[in-house]
C-alpha cells in the first residue's frame, strides 16, 4: 500500500477493491484516514473531525 510519506500505515478494511485504513504523516504529525484502490493509490482523506484518523481494528494489515 505505502504511507503517506511517514514511516507506518494500517489497513482497517477491505471492500470490493477498496482499502481504507490509518497512515502517519511526515513529521510525525497526526495519523490521516487514507482510501486507496488500484486506480488511484493512496489518497489522503485528512483527518476526520479534526483528531487523530487512528481508530484500529483487530486483523488488520500494516507496513512499516
Do not use: C, E
Amino acid at each position: 500500500l505505502g504511507t503517506l510519506q511517514g514511516t507506518f500505515s494500517h489497513a482497517t478494511a477491505v471492500s470490493n477493491g477498496q482499502v481504507v485504513g490509518y497512515a502517519q504523516t511526515a513529521g510525525a504529525t497526526p495519523f490521516h484516514a487514507f482510501s486507496w484502490t488500484q486506480a488511484t493509490g493512496m489518497v489522503d482523506l485528512g483527518t476526520p473531525g479534526g483528531g487523530q484518523a487512528r481508530r484500529a481494528r483487530r486483523g488488520g494489515a500494516s507496513h512499516r
